[in-house]
């Protein structure tokens, strides 16, 4: 890929910051940007891993002994559990969904964006957490540990989503806290994300 292809291809402004970090080398800059891009497949690899988990973990408790169907009959309809804003998104999610049979709470739980689940550790889920959501995540001590990270956790996924430079990002950081809340939920579970995930050796061969 020569200057004028990546201009093209990728357009002067994504390039601009990859060409910065090289000093103005152009095949410096076009190694770093295809480390960043196998990069953030790795992230969005383990992201894929650790929303899965969390979200399951989540379900298995406040859905505890609940049908899968009919929804009204779940805790994603539950005034009780949700708050009208947690509600919302799942009429969002429900509504997304392809029409005809009504949708069971797995494929819900499953189309619920991901800022869906750092909206549940906020300050209006107190008394969910102390009866119920705690128990999703056996090894945290309190519901503040959860939501500040789990909110950086959202941005840095909509960064990789969205295909933005994550040169200067806290990579490193935001690994942590999916590797430190996976065990939360169970350490075998921080243990095999951990080895199925390409961050740390990727992160040591950088260009």
């Given at each position: 890929?020569?200057?004028q292809?990546a201009?093209?291809?990728?357009?002067a402004?994504?390039?601009?910051?990859?060409?910065?970090?090289?000093?103005?080398?152009?095949?410096?800059?076009?190694?770093?940007?295809?480390w960043?891009?196998?990069?953030?497949?790795?992230?969005?690899?383990?992201?894929?891993?650790?929303?899965?988990?969390?979200?399951?973990?989540?379900?298995?408790?406040?859905?505890?002994?609940?049908?899968?169907?009919?929804?009204?009959?779940?805790?994603?309809?539950?005034?009780?559990?949700?708050?009208?804003?947690?509600?919302?998104?799942?009429?969002?999610a429900?509504?997304r969904?392809?029409?005809?049979q009504?949708?069971?709470?797995?494929?819900?739980?499953?189309?619920?964006?991901?800022?869906?689940?750092?909206?549940?550790f906020?300050?209006?889920?107190?008394?969910?957490?102390?009866?119920?959501?705690?128990?999703?995540?056996?090894?945290?001590?309190?519901?503040?540990?959860?939501?500040?990270?789990?909110?950086?956790?959202?941005?840095?996924?909509?960064?990789?989503?969205?295909?933005?430079?994550?040169?200067?990002?806290?990579?490193?950081?935001?690994?942590?806290?999916?590797?430190?809340?996976?065990?939360w939920?169970?350490?075998?579970?921080?243990?095999?994300?951990?080895?199925?995930?390409?961050?740390?050796?990727?992160?040591?061969?950088?260009?």
């Amino acid at each position: 890929m020569n200057a004028q292809q990546a201009v093209e291809w990728i357009s002067a402004a994504r390039f601009a910051p990859f060409l910065d970090a090289a000093d103005g080398h152009h095949e410096r800059a076009v190694e770093l940007y295809e480390w960043h891009a196998r990069l953030a497949g790795a992230c969005f690899e383990t992201l894929h891993h650790f929303e899965v988990l969390v979200r399951n973990s989540i379900d298995a408790e406040l859905g505890r002994f609940q049908p899968d169907r009919p929804l009204r009959d779940t805790w994603l309809m539950d005034f009780n559990v949700l708050q009208p804003e947690g509600i919302k998104q799942v009429i969002i999610a429900v509504e997304r969904l392809e029409r005809g049979q009504e949708p069971g709470r797995g494929r819900v739980v499953a189309g619920l964006s991901f800022g869906f689940w750092p909206g549940l550790f906020g300050r209006h889920y107190e008394e969910i957490w102390r009866h119920r959501l705690r128990n999703a995540f056996p090894g945290a001590a309190m519901k503040k540990d959860l939501s500040e990270p789990m909110k950086l956790i959202q941005r840095f996924r909509n960064r990789i989503a969205h295909h933005d430079c994550l040169l200067g990002q806290p990579v490193v950081e935001r690994y942590a806290d999916m590797r430190r809340i996976a065990g939360w939920v169970d350490p075998a579970a921080e243990a095999w994300l951990t080895s199925r995930s390409q961050i740390d050796e990727l992160l040591a061969a950088k260009p």
